[in-house]
């Protein structure tokens, strides 16, 4: 396909790789002209997180009402389309594979170019939307329900992983203490409301760093030590303290202090070893206001530049697919054959 790229306007973005289903309009002036997002909350509140086949078929549903709704938004045609971006990694393989087949189809009825989007990417790379200029290199720090990882961002495009979970992401240990403390759900959200009556400092929660030179994370300790708290160690006969209101507040509030020290700190220690003085963070427990608090005290300290996506980029949406434009600029188009990755792409692309 021959693309003059300078004549393209506006790149119609798609995201299905969870449950949200998200589309987009953004300009080639990283301007987000519009951005819809339909939430598939109500869906799985009840099983206490994502149902993967009850996620594809919602999608199903979801995805032209949501494509239409973000060109009405835009005030754009579908002709004016000039490209389509799709996440098609990392995600639940029948999620990707229903905004794959969407995105696919429009590009070639639209006979224009598609661009895939690695969404880990898409992530970080909200930050640099937010910041308006280049944030690259940096660090690049995506703690969402599915991972939390690390990478070293030589440039909007190279992304080299370095570190990440070996169990549980850390949005995942939000979800799965809110879920034992039978607050609600995403806990993520549900913890820090709670934690903002508790004491963190009520329980020392283990702060599991692993080895210091290696960035892994690891939060089944965390989370196995808060199950004990509220339930008992099986096999002792010390009964565990009575589930009050303000109990609940300060394993929360706790909690949160563990994780979030451990985040931060994992940080902290990508940025002195990749010698590098700019830090971006994305996914949907960045929304956390002690997360950021402790980042900002942490890049503070340490003399590193801060980007936190906004709360609007944090969870997850297509406008951060903006990331797409970049791949545009420089020739990066994929086929018609282009498939879904579900799992994470470890090494540099
Ligand atoms: O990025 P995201 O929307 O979806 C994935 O790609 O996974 O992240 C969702 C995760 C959930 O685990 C949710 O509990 C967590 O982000 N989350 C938060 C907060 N808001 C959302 N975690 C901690 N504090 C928050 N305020
Ligand atoms: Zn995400």
Redesign the pocket.
């Known amino acids: 396909m021959s693309v003059d790229v300078d004549s393209i306007r506006y790149i119609l973005a798609i995201e299905s790789s ?1 449950d949200e289903t998200a589309a987009a309009v953004i300009d080639s002036d990283l301007e987000v002209r519009s951005s819809v997002i339909a939430s598939q909350y109500e869906l799985h509140r009840d099983f206490g997180g994502v149902v993967p086949e009850i996620a594809s078929r919602a999608h199903v549903r979801r995805i032209l009402p949501v494509i239409d709704e973000s060109l009405k938004q835009a005030g754009i045609a579908l002709d004016d389309v000039g490209a389509v971006a799709v996440a098609t990694q990392p995600g639940l393989v029948g999620s990707l594979l229903v905004g794959l087949t969407a995105a696919k189809t429009l590009a070639l009825v639209l006979d224009v170019p598609l661009i895939d989007v690695n969404h880990i990417e898409a ?1 970080i790379y909200a930050c640099r939307m937010a910041a308006g200029r280049d944030v690259f290199p940096a660090i690049g720090f995506v703690v ?3 991972h939390s990882n690390i990478y070293d961002c030589t440039s909007p495009i190279d992304f080299e992983l370095i570190g990440s979970t070996i169990d549980d992401a850390a ?2 240990a ?2 799965k203490v809110a879920q034992i403390l039978d607050i609600g759900f ?4 549900a ?2 409301r709670v934690a903002e009556k508790g004491n963190p400092k009520a329980i020392r929660f283990p702060r599991t760093f692993l080895k210091e030179d290696r960035l892994e994370f690891s939060f089944s300790g965390l989370k196995t030590a808060v199950l004990y708290t509220v339930k008992g160690v099986p096999g002792s006969h010390k009964e565990p303290e009575p589930l009050t209101e303000q109990r609940i507040a300060d394993i929360a509030a706790s909690f949160q202090a563990a994780a979030v020290d451990v985040l931060a700190g994992k940080c902290e220690q990508a940025l002195k070893q990749r010698g590098r003085d700019r830090l971006c963070v994305g ?3 960045a ?2 206001a002690l997360l950021r608090q402790q980042l900002e005290k942490m890049t503070h300290r340490n003399g590193v530049e801060l980007h936190v996506a906004p709360m609007a980029l944090c ?2 949406n297509a406008a951060m697919a903006a990331i797409a434009w970049e791949h545009l600029k420089r020739g990066r188009f994929a086929e018609l054959d282009l498939d879904v990755t579900p799992g994470l792409v470890r090494q540099k692309r």
Not at 186 to 189: C, D, L, N
């Open positions: 969870c992530h969402s329900g599915g949005g995942e939000f979800d995403p806990g993520g959200p913890i820090q996914g949907g427990v929304a956390n969870t997850d």
